[in-house]
């Protein structure tokens, strides 16, 4: 059971930056592969972000790509996503999720095994 807690969240103004940050608590973290997802208010659950776990490509939705930047750091059991030149669109709640699939296109909830509690980014116009 691998259990993920994400941190970093907050209020920003567009135009500005944050850092969030989600940590495994299980050994497997390495093995998996991690993604970002985010909810706005009324609005299904979207896909952001994936990095996979051979060689550490990556993928994101066109939404934010360019702004955005996944990363992993495996000897922390982390994954990390940049948030730059934030919108006030990009405000929602971000969830990390963990796959034990090796997959790019891994873009759909149904597609992670675990997730973890979710940090609020709120954007101000």
């Known amino acids: 059971q691998e259990q993920l807690v994400e941190s970093g969240g907050g209020l920003v103004q567009a135009g500005g930056s944050l850092t969030l940050s989600c940590r495994a608590s299980g050994r497997s973290f390495s093995s998996y592969t991690m993604a970002w997802f985010r909810q706005a208010p009324g609005k299904e659950r979207e896909f952001v972000s994936v990095i996979i776990r051979t060689g550490g490509n990556t993928a994101y939705a066109d939404s934010v790509k360019g702004r955005f930047t996944i990363s992993r750091d495996d000897s922390k059991n982390t994954v990390y996503l940049q948030l730059n030149s934030l919108e006030p669109e990009d405000t929602a709640v971000y969830y990390c999720?963990?796959?034990?699939?090796?997959?790019?296109?891994?873009?759909?909830?149904?597609?992670?095994?675990?997730w973890g509690q979710g940090t609020q980014v709120t954007v101000s116009s």
């Open positions: 999720a963990a796959a034990r699939n090796n997959n790019l296109f891994a873009r759909s909830v149904s597609q992670y095994e675990y």
